[in-house]
């Protein structure tokens, strides 16, 4: 892009967050509605949902770029495209890709500075555990039906955080379909915690521990079933480092020492 734009619509909540914490909230015009709002500042226009968005809203709105996250608004910036929007489209799924993503956004919105500062903030606070004597068996689920297991970036959180994904030959499995695992696989696996985020709704503990043959479950008998929520730990952006720092904690408990 020759210029650096003034009317930004995110259609991701990790974008617009991102935007806000390096001095880019001037610009945006146009959130999800997914967004928790940032302390302090204006609310802007809730535009979209995840999947779907009120093209009529956007329009008014002039945006000179939109910015769109995953294959599931892959129609949505087709249909933005065909009208003639400029659209900056992410898919990131890992941490590696999350923080090229974050990288990208600071470039076009001319603020590599403060970027590339709290850039360095994310890589050191999610820096990995170190002297880790025994890694617990952890099963995170991110929907409950049908259970899907946790995405890449999940994965590889539990891992530096200290844990042992149950599910790791999934992790390179980039759509929800390809991770939907058997309630009998969680049973053979018997993990010994269990993380839950369900895309947007609470996480009911008592119906995870009330499912058939998992009361026996190392998780469910010590009462370790712990929700985090969905902006810190399922958007792929800089508030990862919430999500990760609660795994931390609980995965310092003294039960796994």
Known sequence: MSQIPQRIVCLSAEA?????????????VGVTAYLIQPDGTPPKPRVSGFSSANLNEITKLNPDLIVTFSDVQAKLAAELIQRGFP????????????????????RVTGCECTGEKMLNEFRERLAPV?????????????????????????????????GEDIFPELRTKRAAPERVVLPEQICRAN????????????????????????????????????EISGE??????????????????????????
């Not at 617009?16 to 945006?28: P, Q």
């Not at 659209?87 to 600071?106: D, G, H, S």
């Not at 947007?200 to 995870?208: C, F, L, R, Y």
């Not at 810190?232 to 020492?257: C, H, N, S, V």
């Open 130 to 162: 170190k002297n880790v004597s025994r890694r617990p068996r952890v099963y995170f689920e991110e929907w409950n039906d049908p259970l899907i297991s946790g995405i890449t970036w999940v994965s590889e959180l539990i891992e530096r955080a200290g």
């Open 87 to 106: 659209v900056l489209a992410t898919n990131q799924r890992t941490l590696a890709e999350t923080e090229a993503t974050l990288a990208l956004l600071a």
């Open 16 to 28: 617009a967050d991102w935007l806000w914490r390096i001095g880019a909230w001037e610009s945006v």
């Open 232 to 257: 810190d730990i399922l958007q792929p952006g800089f508030r990862l480092i919430y999500g990760y720092e609660q795994m931390k904690r609980l995965l310092a408990g003294k039960d796994f020492q």
């Open 191 to 226: 993990p010994e915690i269990i993380f839950a985020s369900w895309c947007g709704k609470p996480v009911q503990a008592v119906e995870i521990s009330a499912r058939h043959g998992w009361n026996n479950l190392a998780a469910v008998c010590e009462n370790r079933i712990y």
